[in-house]
């Protein structure tokens, strides 16, 4: 299999985009009503009839992607910048989210409220599910990918697994990138060994030997960086080939869909490459002024900034 970068990129973009958005309708339901409702991933995704427009997650990774292309690397003004201008509070932003991101369009010293909402920091999956760009444009290099994850994860997530589900959210998207084969093994023990938590070492672990939808349901589908990061890499592991049943499998569970799906989605995206996306999802992602063409373009000033910064 060959798959070019750009492919990748796109790919994870728009491939976060659709998990996003199509996950989005099922918030918060039960994994017992969804399997009532849908016999499966392929009446799944049938079901869409009409436009799927994305949530907070997708908005926050276009200004991650938008501060790299631009920038080539996070830093915390144009991050805190970007946040603020592509915040559209409607888009199913939390309540903590909402008010750091009120903080810095005020100009307010939005640390402090951060720390209010969240004393220790925020564990939730906010910083996994925008880190995407972080992964596809620091692929070829560990010690960069994971220093800027970090600081991707720092203006709402302080707290140490937070920002180590980010960290591995980048580690996984980055592996794949770098893939033509996908090698399970291999893929578990470079994140395991990317793991500073027994917490994370033992999910992964858990998520490592994954090879049923019960056995994925296990893992977790709360809002908990925890409770959604090692569930969505696991989901990826479960059909490396199948773009579909790796969203698919992640919003039948129920609980935080739209996050499961996005994360999943950008892993899934960045392997297999952007034509692996059902045309049906894709056709059917929203065409607004930062829709799925922007996206599309973003992914490719992404891409060009990349080889810019490598080609010396
Ligand atoms: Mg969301």
């Known amino acids: ?39 499966g991933v392929e009446s799944l995704i049938n079901y869409v009839a009409d436009e799927i427009w994305y949530t907070d997650d997708t908005q926050m990774t276009i200004a991650l992607a938008e501060v790299l292309a631009d920038q080539g690397e996070i830093l915390e003004q144009p991050l805190c910048a970007a946040f603020v201008a592509n915040y559209v509070p409607s888009r199913g932003y939390g309540r903590g989210a909402r008010m750091v991101i009120e903080a810095m369009e005020e100009g307010e010293g939005y640390q402090a409220v951060a720390s209010k909402h969240f004393p220790g920091g925020s564990y939730g999956n906010g910083a996994a599910m925008r880190v995407a760009p972080v992964g596809l444009f620091f692929h070829d290099n560990e010690a960069r990918l994971l220093e800027q994850a970090r600081q991707s994860a720092f203006p709402t997530h302080v707290h140490p697994l937070g920002i180590e589900g980010a960290q591995l959210i980048a580690a996984a998207v980055a592996y794949v990138t770098r893939s033509d084969e996908f090698k399970r093994d291999d893929f578990f023990r470079l994140l395991i060994s990317h793991c500073q938590s027994e917490e994370y070492r033992e999910k992964l672990a858990m998520a490592s030997e994954t090879t049923s939808i019960e056995q994925l349901a296990a893992l977790g589908n ?57 045309k049906r999802l894709l056709d059917r992602l929203e065409e607004s002024p930062k829709g799925k063409a922007y996206l599309r373009n973003l992914a490719s000033r992404l891409l060009l900034k990349y080889q810019a910064t490598h080609s010396g």
């Open 1 to 39: 299999m060959s798959v070019s970068l750009e492919e990748r990129f796109q790919g994870s973009l728009l491939g976060l985009a659709v998990g996003d958005a199509l996950g989005g309708r099922f918030e918060a339901q039960s994994a017992e009503h969804l399997r009532q409702r849908f016999s």
């Open 222 to 278: 709360g809002i908990e960086a925890l409770e959604s990061v090692p569930t969505a890499i696991a989901s990826f592991a479960l059909s490396p080939e199948s773009y579909a049943e790796t969203i698919g499998n992640v919003i039948l569970l129920g609980g935080d869909t739209d996050t499961l799906a996005a994360m999943a989605g950008a892993i899934s995206g960045a392997y297999l490459g952007v034509e692996a996306i059902p």
